[in-house]
């Protein structure tokens, strides 16, 4: 069987164990802690020598980058999914368009989260500035995320959730747990509610819904 390497609080996990469980791909989840470092002991090293979370193991096979990932299992699978059509190359371009971009523009969301919530419990000093860049390189983020990649649309590429949207979700989440205001991004707010409600996603959520009910009780995500 299938072995899915993840912390749950990894967005990039998350994206990754909803999408199998979407697929009704049969897996056992071999959760680790980063925060325990426990992606850098030798068994998992010798897994994954970058120590990067998540990884898959389908036999003797690795499978890094959870995008990667996603799109393997597809392939290697022949699934027929509107996750990630095969049989639709212009849609496969436009769900790849997105998640090439999403590594240096909405992964940008995780230095806001960590400089708020993360480096006050290291005891790491954030500096004014950074930080005050940091929330400006997310609202870019989040404006041309609203005024273009939903524009006159219900999901990242057209009408059909696809695999573009539950990595965006997954990392945006994150945001959650720092109290952030969604509401200033009302396509973007709605957009977030139709596909966190997807129960494979809402599900892969359960543990980081603890930390934004702690963190966030009035969060309109956890009522």
């Known amino acids: 069987m299938i072995k899915l390497y993840i912390d749950w609080i990894s967005q990039p996990s998350r994206a990754v164990k909803a999408v199998l469980d979407i697929l009704k791909v049969p897996h056992e989840v071999?959760?680790?802690?980063i925060q325990f470092d426990e992606h850098k002991s030798p068994d998992f090293t010798a897994i994954h020598p970058l120590q990067q979370l998540p990884v898959l193991q389908d036999g003797d096979f690795i499978v890094a980058e959870s995008h990667n990932i996603m799109r393997y299992i597809i392939k290697q699978r022949n699934i027929s999914t509107n996750l990630y059509p095969?049989?639709?190359i212009r849609q496969q371009t436009r769900i790849d368009q997105y998640?090439?971009?999403h590594h240096t523009n909405t992964r940008r969301c995780l230095h806001l989260y960590h400089s708020v919530l993360i480096s006050p419990i290291k005891g790491e000093k954030v500096f004014p500035e950074v930080l005050e860049k940091e929330r400006q390189d997310v609202a870019?983020?989040?404006s041309y995320f609203e005024n273009n990649w939903l524009?006159?649309?219900n999901y990242i590429c057209g009408d059909q959730v696809t695999l573009a949207d539950i990595s965006a979700c997954s990392e945006m989440m994150q945001l959650d747990m720092i109290k952030f205001d969604f509401q200033k991004y009302p396509l973007t707010n709605a957009w977030l509610h139709r596909v966190i409600r997807i129960p494979e996603v809402h599900q892969a959520h359960n543990v980081?819904?603890?930390i934004i009910k702690k963190q966030n009780p009035s969060s309109d995500f956890v009522k």
């Open 151 to 153: 524009k006159g649309k």
């Open 99 to 101: 998640l090439d971009y």
């Open 30 to 33: 071999k959760a680790l802690k």
């Open 86 to 88: 095969l049989t639709d």
């Open 208 to 210: 980081a819904f603890k």
């Open 140 to 142: 870019k983020v989040f």
